[in-house]
Structures are given as structure tokens and as C-alpha cells.
């Protein structure tokens, strides 16, 4: 669906403010039985991780007869995400689904969805507060993690080296996860020493900077464990540069076109990949079912798969999409 600007967005709320609707403070506005309105909120646009999950959510909610619409902002960002959730909530639909991109900031505007009526299922990432959201869905992330350590091990062949962790932002509930299930897991492996995280902002240019640095302090890095789609991009181009391409495995997070391409070629050594067509699918299954006065699964976790270079044409249904 069409991904619509901040400034659009906010015509959209003062429209709304000025008569368009029932009073925001309405709170059985979202639980009409006439309204078949469902909204997803991903953490960022065209990303293909975002873009499967929207696949997997159109997919359900056409399935059921619903309305639906996605609106991302243009960085994984609680700032750019807000008023985003402001405008939504100006158009009162039944359900959102959103990837709140804090997991303490987004809980005001999410909070204000609640109060509004209208049922508020996370997808993917999820706030600390747990009263908001009526379901939380997303990969089972530290064990993630622990298989990208586990994966990054047998890669070393028992050889000794020093390992690095690239994570996106500290608050986001996913990454951090993942980064403490790969912490505690490495400890299994004396032969390989954990020299730490380092922060990326999601920027793969950022990422591709830091993995440089730490080549030139730790000579002996032996391999990276990025934790999303565009630190793993980002590190690629890094060893890349360095002309150190092989030499330091590389096991990323996410499967996109650009990563599978990457693991192909022998740039990125392995991929823990996702399922996020199904938990698009699953978070408008629970959406529903609280629009219908049915009992929510409060938390529920979707496969992972680590995939390397040999088995990559096996593991092609977890491959992430550019467009439904």
C-alpha cells in the first residue's frame, strides 16, 4: 500500500479534527461492527523484512473481508513514528498493527490508540509496557541469537579470533534480544573471544565504518554478528573494503534479496531469516479475534532458520520480498 509523508499524515489529523468522524475520545469508535478498517505501522519503509510482513498482513486481512492500509516512516524512528500513529488514530480503524521503533517511546501514542477504542496488536518489536497491546508477535529473538553463536562456531572450525556484535539502536526490543542471546551463547566457545557491541543507528554506512575500525584494533577478528537487515548489508561493504571478504565470517540477521545475493557470492557466510509473511498473518489473526471479544495469545513466537551457502536453495520460503 502507499506509504504516505509525515506532512500527509498530519492533514489527514487536523481534517479529521475539524468533523471527520466521531470524537477521538470515543472509546467504542474502533470496535464498530461496521468498521473493517485494519492498519499496519511497520518500524521503517521498504524494507523488505516490512514489506513481507505487509504481504502476509493484506494477505489475512483481504482473506477476512477487512479494509487495509500501511504507513511506515521513512526511518526506524519513535520521532518520524509518532505522528504517524497520531494520524491513524484520527481515522479510528478497528485494529493497528504496529512495530513500535522504542519500547519505551512509542508507549504514549500507542497508549492513546488503547484509550481511543481501538485494539493494538505489536508485530515484531514490542514496548516494555505490557498493558497496551492486546498480543505481541514476533521471532523468538535471543534464541536467535544463540543459533547465530552456535552458526558462528562451527564457521570457525575451532579456530581462535576475536568476535564482534553490530546492533541497530539500544531500545529496540528485537536487536537487543538477539545481541543478549548471541552474548550469553558465545560463552560455550573459549576459542572465540567477545569483544563486545557497537551500535549501527540502522545505518548500513555506519556499520560498514565500525566493522573497519574494529578490523584495525583487533587484527584478530575471526567474525560478525549483525542483528538486522542493514547492519548485516552494511557490514558486508566493510569486510568488502578491507579486502577481509571471507577471511571474517560474516552470519547476518534477515534474509533480503541484497543478503541472499551476498550469501551466494560467499560475502556473508550465514543468515538467521525470519518468518514475517506469518507473523503479519498471525497479528491480524489476533487482532480479529480482539475485535470479536475472543481471548487473545498474549505472546507468540515464529520459526528462525539459520540457512549458510549449502543449503540456501532449500531455505528459499523464508527469502524476504521487495513488493506483495
Known amino acids: 500500500m502507499k506509504i504516505r509523508s509525515a506532512v500527509a499524515v498530519s492533514a489527514a489529523f487536523l481534517l479529521a479534527a475539524c468533523g471527520g468522524g466521531g470524537q477521538i475520545g470515543d472509546s467504542n469508535s474502533g470496535n464498530s461492527a461496521a468498521n473493517k478498517k485494519l492498519v499496519l505501522i511497520p518500524g521503517i519503509s521498504a524494507e523488505p523484512f516490512y514489506i513481507s510482513m505487509q504481504c502476509g498482513f493484506e494477505g489475512a486481512a483481504k482473506a477476512a473481508g477487512y479494509e487495509f492500509d500501511t504507513q511506515a516512516p521513512a526511518k526506524f524512528d519513535a520521532a ?3 505522528p504517524i500513529v497520531t494520524g491513524v488514530l484520527a481515522s479510528k480503524p478497528a485494529a493497528v498493527l ?3 521503533t522504542d519500547d519505551k517511546a512509542m508507549a504514549g ?3 492513546q490508540l488503547k484509550d481511543a477504542g481501538i485494539k493494538v496488536v505489536e508485530v515484531d518489536t514490542k514496548l516494555q509496557d505490557t498493558s497496551i ?3 505481541s508477535i514476533s521471532s523468538n529473538n535471543e534464541q536467535g541469537g544463540k543459533l547465530a553463536a552456535e552458526t558462528l562456531n562451527k564457521l570457525a572450525a575451532g579456530k581462535t579470533g576475536s568476535v564482534l556484535v553490530l546492533n541497530t539502536k539500544a531500545g529496540t526490543s528485537t536487536t537487543d534480544a538477539r545481541a543478549k542471546g548471541f552474548e550469553d551463547a558465545i560463552k560455550a566457545y573459549p576459542n572465540l573471544k567477545y569483544i563486545g557491541q557497537q551500535y549501527t543507528d540502522n545505518e548500513p554506512a555506519t556499520a560498514a565504518s565500525k566493522v573497519t575500525a574494529t578490523l584495525a584494533a583487533n587484527p ?3 567474525g560478525v554478528f549483525a ?7 552494511g557490514a558486508a561493504t566493510g569486510l568488502r573494503n578491507a579486502g577481509k571478504t571471507g577471511a571474517v565470517n560474516l ?4 534474509a533480503s534479496p541484497k543478503q541472499v545475493e551476498d550469501l551466494k557470492a560467499g560475502t556473508v557466510q550465514a543468515l538467521i531469516a525470519q518468518d514475517p509473511a506469518t507473523i503479519g498473518k498471525q497479528g491480524v489473526e489476533q487482532a480479529l479475534a480482539a475485535i470479536d471479544g475472543k481471548e487473545n495469545k498474549r505472546n507468540i513466537e515464529t520459526d528462525l532458520v539459520a540457512i549458510t551457502k549449502d543449503d540456501v536453495s532449500a531455505n ?3 527469502f524476504y520480498k521487495e513488493s506483495c
Do not use: R, W
Open 316 to 318: 528459499s520460503k523464508y
Open 109 to 111: 501514542p500507542m497508549k
Open 220 to 222: 584478530d577478528l575471526i
Open 80 to 82: 518520524q513514528q509518532t
Open 133 to 135: 497491546g492486546v498480543s
Open 251 to 254: 552470519v547476518g540477521f534477515d
Open 227 to 233: 542483528t538486522n537487515l542493514n547492519s548485516g548489508e
Open 98 to 100: 504496529i512495530a513500535p
